[in-house]
C-alpha cells in the first residue's frame, strides 16, 4: 500500500501535469485562432465604455472592412497620436471603400470631439471582464517570470529522476507521467511560452477614453475649446480647366485674443489631389484642386475634412468639419457643391409598445402619418435630396431568429428596399404587405430602418417591440 504522502505526491504532479495540458492547449488554440482569423485581444485602460465594457476587460476584436461597418457596432480604430480607441458607432458615412466614423463611449455624454476616416477596423465580438487585468500581469516582468518557473517545474515533473525514492512513489510518478506522455507534455510547455508570449504580442491596451465636457471655474483659469472651422460655404473655382478643377471652402477666421490657429486637412474619393488653406481677406480658406482629366477623378463623391488647433500646439485639435462635392463626369464638367447633413428619420409604425397581434393590425392602420392600407411599417423622412430607405425587420421566438424577405427565413445581413413617397403633404417611407402574414406570431421583433440621401449621408434607427 502506498503511504498517504506518496499518493499525495503523485495527485500533486499529476494535477500540475493536467493544468499545464489545458493551459498549454487553450494558449496554442487562441494563438492559431489569432493568426488566422486576425483577431486581437483588446485590453480596456479606462471605462468610458462601462456597464458595456468595464475597465479591466479583454476583448476579441476581428479585422473588418469599412464597407461593413454599422452603427450600434463596438470597434476600435488608431487615434491621430497613435493610441487606439474603442467606442460605439454612433453614425457612419460609406464612401469609394472608406467609412467615416462619428464614434461614442457608453458612459460618455458626449461623442468624440473628431470623426475617424478608416478603411477598415477591429470591431469587438465578445469580451470577458477583469480577464485584462491578467493578461497585462502575465506582460509583466513578474508574470513572465512566474510563468518561466512554472514551465521549469512541469520540465523537472516530466524528466525528473526516480532514484532515492520509495516504491510507492516510484508507482504514483509513473502514473501521473502515463497520464500525459514525456513528448506531449514537452509540446505542452514550450506551446505555453511561444503561445503566451505571441498572444500577449498581440494585446493591445485600448482606451475607452472619456469625452464629457469639463467646465473650470475660478478668479485665474478659463477653458478654452479650439473651435471647428465655422460655416459651410462651398464655391466652385471658377473657370476651371480641363487640367484642374476644385472647390473653395471657406470660413471666417479667429481673431484676437483667441489664439491664432492652423489647420490640418484630409480629402478622401479623389484619385489625386492637393488641399491647402490659405487667408482670403478676414476668412480662411482650404482650396481643393485635382485634374479632371484623369478618369480616376471623375464622377466621384468626395469628402473633405478639415480640423483646427492652436499654431504650434499640433496635438491640441479641434472638432472636424467636414464637406463634400461631387466631381464632373468628363473633363469639362464643373463639380458640383452637396451637403452633410443626415436625413431625418421617424419611425411611425410600429413605435415600441407592446400588443397583442390584433391591437397591432388596428394600430399599423391608423397610425400617425402613415393612414395607409396594407403597410407592415411607416415613417417619415426628410432631407434636402433624394432618399433611399431600406429596413431589416428580425423576429424572435425563443432561441431562433428570422427575417423578412418576403417570407420569414434565416437570412438576417440584408436590407430590404422600401417605399418612398408623398402622403398628405409629409415624405414618408413604407413597405407594403399583410399585417396579419407578416406578424403571424408572438414574439419579440426590431425594425431597423436606414436612410441614404443623394450624398452618401447615413442614418440609422431602430426599434424594438413584442407581440403578445
Not at 426628410?382 to 429596413?391: L, R, V
Request: a positive charge; aromatic letters at 8%.
Amino acid at each position: 500500500m502506498s503511504p498517504p504522502y506518496a499518493r499525495f505526491l503523485g495527485a500533486a504532479r499529476q494535477t500540475a501535469l493536467t493544468v499545464g495540458a489545458v493551459i498549454g492547449t487553450l494558449c496554442i488554440l487562441a494563438a492559431v485562432a489569432a493568426v488566422v482569423l486576425d483577431v486581437r485581444p483588446l485590453v480596456f485602460r479606462s471605462g468610458s465604455m462601462s456597464p458595456t465594457i468595464g475597465t479591466g476587460a479583454l476583448a476579441i476584436a476581428q479585422r473588418v472592412d469599412a464597407s461593413t461597418l454599422e452603427v450600434g457596432q463596438i470597434v476600435s480604430v488608431p487615434t491621430e497620436s497613435g493610441e487606439r480607441v474603442t467606442h460605439r458607432i454612433q453614425g457612419v458615412q460609406h464612401q469609394d471603400g472608406s467609412a467615416v466614423l462619428r464614434l461614442k463611449g457608453d458612459a460618455n455624454k458626449a461623442p468624440d470631439a473628431a470623426p475617424y476616416v478608416v478603411t477598415h477596423a477591429d470591431k469587438v465580438v465578445f469580451d470577458m471582464p477583469w480577464v485584462g487585468y491578467a493578461v497585462g500581469w502575465v506582460g509583466g516582468p513578474l508574470g513572465l517570470f512566474v510563468l518561466g518557473l512554472y514551465a521549469a517545474f512541469l520540465l523537472s515533473v516530466i524528466v525528473r529522476s526516480d532514484r532515492g525514492t520509495p516504491r510507492a512513489t516510484h508507482r504514483a510518478v509513473r502514473a501521473a507521467r502515463r497520464a500525459v506522455p514525456v513528448s506531449a507534455a514537452l509540446v505542452i510547455v514550450g506551446g505555453t511560452l511561444v503561445a503566451g508570449t505571441l498572444l500577449q504580442a498581440r494585446a493591445m491596451p485600448t482606451l475607452a477614453a472619456w469625452a464629457d465636457p469639463a467646465a473650470v471655474s475660478g478668479t485665474t483659469m478659463s477653458a478654452y475649446v479650439v473651435p471647428a472651422p465655422n460655416g459651410s460655404s462651398c464655391a466652385l473655382v471658377t473657370p476651371g480647366s480641363g487640367t484642374e478643377r476644385g472647390v473653395n471652402l471657406t470660413w471666417p477666421a479667429t481673431t484676437a485674443p483667441l489664439p491664432a490657429l492652423s489647420y490640418t486637412s484630409t480629402v478622401t474619393g479623389l484619385g489625386s489631389s492637393t488641399a491647402n488653406v490659405v487667408n482670403v481677406s478676414s476668412n480662411k480658406q482650404l482650396q481643393v484642386r485635382y485634374n479632371p482629366s484623369t478618369a480616376a477623378n471623375q464622377a466621384k463623391l468626395v469628402t473633405v475634412q478639415a480640423t483646427g488647433y492652436p499654431t504650434g500646439a499640433a496635438s491640441w485639435l479641434g472638432p472636424m468639419t467636414s464637406w463634400k462635392f461631387r466631381t464632373g463626369a468628363t473633363a469639362g464638367a464643373q463639380p458640383t457643391c452637396g451637403e452633410t447633413t443626415p436625413p431625418i428619420a421617424d419611425i411611425r409604425a410600429p413605435d415600441g409598445t407592446t400588443r397583442t397581434r390584433a391591437a397591432f393590425q388596428t394600430f399599423l392602420a391608423g397610425a400617425s402619418g402613415c393612414t395607409m392600407a396594407d403597410i407592415i411599417l411607416c415613417g417619415t423622412m426628410s432631407d434636402a435630396s433624394t432618399i433611399t430607405a431600406e429596413y431589416i425587420l428580425e423576429r424572435t421566438v425563443g432561441s431562433t431568429t428570422r427575417c423578412w424577405t418576403g417570407s420569414w427565413t434565416t437570412s438576417c445581413t440584408a436590407y430590404q428596399p422600401a417605399s418612398t413617397g408623398t402622403y398628405a403633404g409629409l415624405d414618408v417611407f413604407y413597405d407594403d404587405g399583410t399585417t396579419a402574414t407578416v406578424y403571424n406570431t408572438a414574439g419579440s421583433y426590431t425594425l431597423t430602418v436606414r436612410l441614404t440621401d443623394a450624398w452618401a449621408n447615413v442614418t440609422t434607427d431602430a426599434v424594438t417591440f413584442t407581440l403578445t
